[in-house]
């Protein structure tokens, strides 16, 4: 696994996480996962931070103070050793971190700016999903997101459920002839919520483009192939006080959407 170490000191290491790969094992699958990475290139770091327990499966995070989405990638921030795993898990629970993500999602935005600030609970249709809005269960967590338009734009799109004028591609994917609009985000949690950013694109009616869990008979742009999701930057302070913003260049992938 070749993992990008974007920033390190005595402290703190933080990489550029792919997309595709789980921050930790989830105690059902075989997956190799960063957790392994670090526990291979780290090893010192094996008893810093906190298990989880799944189907009474201990899973070990090293290091881990927050996490990305399988599929999501971008930066990554881990804790080196005890002191700095604690303070950063309290910056992070103070909402001191600042977290700048980048994303495509289905159809034109209206609004350039806006503020989401709607609850999130789980759904009562899937275990795996979250829910802002009407029929949210369970406790509903305070949850707000704010987003900005960079671009909007035509692109052709592949999925499994298009309507219009399909043509047969690959593995009986289907590829639009007509092209589908999609905008281009910049988005920035306040808070850190399970899925947030999906959940609350979901609630706008512009889910997260190649959203298999939450649009998934939605379109996705016919060369993207993973979910439209970019931790771009993350701004902190270290053990010494000093701030630092890390960012993660922009995937190849998305980066011919902004710039078309």
């Known amino acids: 696994m070749k993992i990008k170490i974007l920033y390190e000191d005595k402290d703190i290491l933080a990489i550029d996480k792919p997309s595709g790969i789980s921050v930790h094992a989830d105690g059902r699958s075989k997956e190799k996962t960063i957790t392994d990475w670090v526990l291979k290139n780290y090893p010192k770091m094996k008893n810093v931070g906190e298990s989880i327990f799944v189907d009474d499966k201990e899973i070990k995070r090293p290091g881990i103070v927050h996490r990305l989405d399988r599929d999501t990638s971008g930066v990554l921030i881990l804790a080196k050793n005890k002191k700095a795993h604690e303070f950063l898990k309290n910056q992070f629970k103070d909402r001191e971190v600042k977290k700048t993500y980048n994303t495509i999602v289905s159809g034109w935005v209206k609004n350039d700016h806006g503020i989401i600030n709607k609850p999130i609970g789980r759904s009562p249709a899937d275990f795996r999903r979250r829910l802002a809005g009407r029929g949210a269960r369970g406790e509903l967590r305070e949850a707000i997101t704010e987003y900005k338009v960079l671009k909007r734009f035509n692109a052709l799109a592949s999925s499994k459920f298009l309507p219009l004028r399909p043509q047969a591609g690959p593995s009986g994917i289907k590829i639009s002839k007509m092209p589908t609009r999609f905008t281009f985000l910049e988005v920035k949690p306040k808070t850190g919520r ?63 959407y902004l710039k078309n």
């Open 194 to 256: 399970t899925h947030q950013i999906r959940v609350h694109m979901k609630f706008l009616n512009h889910p997260v483009a190649c959203d298999s869990l939450y649009d998934p008979k939605g379109f996705c742009p016919k060369e993207l192939n993973r979910l439209a999701l970019h931790a771009k930057s993350i701004e902190f302070k270290n053990l010494k006080g000093k701030t630092i913003k890390i960012e993660s260049p922009l995937p190849k992938n998305f980066e011919k």
